[in-house]
């Protein structure tokens, strides 16, 4: 079995910075595109940026120059410092990822999300 846990959320003053983790854990072979989406209240869930196992990085409009995504392969471990926090930013931060997981009889990939951290940020 394999889970997604996040940390490092909370409340903040706009102009300021947090920065989130998800570590993954489980019977993992190996971990290909890592992601962080967003769900504000009342809004669907959306993509916020984007790595993958290669490094390559892509970020929604509205966080570029703001938020950076890294990870840690020999930590299984995603991270999205965000910096110049603006109260738009207000949402619940889901990491998601695609995990290879194999058995003996098996190998399988598909997406995993971890369940969600809260990020505030006061005007």
């Known amino acids: 079995q394999v889970q997604l846990v996040e940390s490092g959320g909370g409340l903040v003053q706009a102009g300021g910075s947090l920065r989130l983790s998800c570590a993954a854990s489980?019977?993992?072979?190996?971990?290909?595109?890592m992601a962080w989406y967003r769900q504000a209240p009342g809004k669907q869930r959306e993509s916020v940026a984007v790595?993958?196992?290669?490094?390559?990085?892509n970020y929604a409009d509205s966080v570029k120059g703001r938020f950076t995504i890294s990870r840690d392969n020999a930590k299984n471990t995603v991270y999205l410092q965000m910096n110049s926090l603006k109260p738009e930013d207000t949402a619940v931060y889901y990491c998601w990822a695609t995990i290879t997981t194999v058995t003996t009889v098996v190998s399988r990939t598909r997406a995993y999300w971890g369940q969600g951290t809260q990020v505030t940020v006061s005007s």
């Open positions: 489980g019977s993992i072979f190996s971990i290909n595109t």
């Open positions: 790595i993958t196992s290669g490094g390559s990085t």
